[in-house]
């Protein structure tokens, strides 16, 4: 059976930035075909992508990613019973989390030692890592919390209630979820394969960091006081970058499941979230320094491939280190490596005819781009034909 693969290819143009930090506070970067190139890390990607989410999806599709878990479920234990106080639903939700996911949920040691040293209550107990759960899961949890409320330890000793924890926090996964996975140190019975591959971004060229010396004056200093409150330096570069990101379609909605409502179509969460994702991965942008830079860009170039064997990453187009014009600028000759190279590798592994394209092109210098296979369109636009075509696909299955 074929699969559904859909890959995304973006061309930005970033001004000076520091998107994505390094130890040293400096933005990171990556040696690629013989030169050192500016780099934005797949996490700090993925993070921006998932935030962005909260404006294109319903809370309900989405989930809470923390170590403060136990606190999550208790606000909402307490929501369906608010004479629970919070000691309790903390304990509640301890156990329900620990019976759900196998991972121990306790007071911090560190936190634990310095409330007893302030004569202060104990924190809430949380998790050694990360946990990822849905919002719908979340709710699920309350619920059987509530059902054991009477003594949850007992509650838990029961097989049955165990498994019914462990089935809510495996089924109903977040579009967050299902695309970036999730894994349970204790309980990898219930981890989650992540749909989604983000690339790291790099530069089509060779790049530079830069140090940005400033300085900042007191307000309040007298006129005899002329030197500098402060002073400092920022290290920057500005690159044209190359953004990649395949989703794994079959995967996807495996983790995602069927529709959930009777008056919409089996395939509907499924389409949403493919919408979602191009949408959030497209348009969002990691906030590292951005009060002081302010590199609010949008993508000059965005194409769409829906593949039906594997994904295919361009990065090789630029392995070679794109050199400036006469006039300055990268992305028109990055642009010219990509209408060469597309077709060329397509054509070399027989993937040109079972691959549907989208583009996006923004202004002459693209104008490369527009020889290319594949309808011309709005972002707008090849999100709803790319969401429909992945939907369709999956209706024919």
């Known amino acids: ?21 390094d130890d040293t506070g400096a933005p990171k970067t990556a040696n690629y075909g013989g030169v050192r190139r500016a780099r934005v890390s797949s996490q700090a990607w993925k993070r921006a992508t998932r935030m962005a989410f909260n ?19 208790a606000e909402r234990i307490r929501r369906h019973d608010d004479s629970i106080d919070e000691q309790n639903a903390w304990t509640l939700a301890a156990e329900t989390i620990q019976a759900a996911t196998g991972s121990k949920i306790e007071v911090p040691k560190r936190k634990a030692d310095t409330a007893k040293k302030e004569g202060k209550a104990a924190p809430a107990p949380e998790s050694s890592y990360l946990m990822f ?8 949890l309350a619920e059987l919390a509530l059902e054991g409320r009477a003594d949850i330890k007992a509650f838990f000793k029961d097989k049955d209630n165990k498994k019914r924890a462990k089935e809510i926090a495996d089924t109903r996964h977040s579009v967050d979820i299902a695309l970036f996975g999730r894994m349970v140190a204790d309980g990898a019975d219930i981890n989650v394969d992540a749909a989604a591959q983000v ?57 995602l499941g069927e529709g959930l409502r009777e008056d919409e179509p089996l395939t509907e969460p499924l389409r949403r979230a493919v919408e979602a994702f191009i949408r959030g991965f497209v ?12 590199n609010h860009t949008l993508p000059d170039v965005v194409i769409a491939k829906i593949r039906t064997s594997r994904p295919v990453s361009f990065a090789s187009a630029f392995e070679e280190p794109v050199t400036a014009t006469n006039a300055g600028g990268y992305l ?16 070399a592994y027989g993937v040109k005819d079972d691959t549907d394209t989208w583009l996006v092109c923004v202004g002459p210098n693209t104008k490369a781009l527009t020889s290319l296979p594949g309808a011309q369109v709005t972002l707008s636009e090849l999100v709803t034909a790319v969401g429909s075509a992945v939907a369709q696909r999956m209706a024919d299955r």
């Open 332 to 347: 028109k000759q990055a642009c010219e490596r990509l209408a060469t190279y597309i077709p060329e590798i397509e054509h």
């Open 199 to 255: 690339a790291h971004a790099i530069s089509v060229h060779a790049v530079e960091n830069e140090f940005d010396y400033y300085t900042a004056v007191d307000d309040r200093n007298p006129d005899s006081e002329t030197g500098a409150g402060m002073i400092g330096t920022i290290e920057f570069n500005a690159a044209t970058l190359y953004r990649y990101a395949a989703l794994d379609v079959d995967l996807l909605r495996k983790n």
């Open 133 to 140: 759960l849905s919002n719908r899961q979340l709710d699920g």
């Open 283 to 294: 348009e969002s942008m990691p906030t590292g320094k951005i009060n002081t830079f302010g």
């Open 1 to 21: 059976m074929n699969r559904t693969i859909l890959d995304l290819h973006i061309l930005q143009t970033v001004p000076p930035s520091n998107l994505n930090r």
């Open 55 to 73: 404006t294109l999806l319903p809370p309900e599709d989405l989930g809470v990613r923390t170590k403060r878990v136990a606190e999550v479920l």
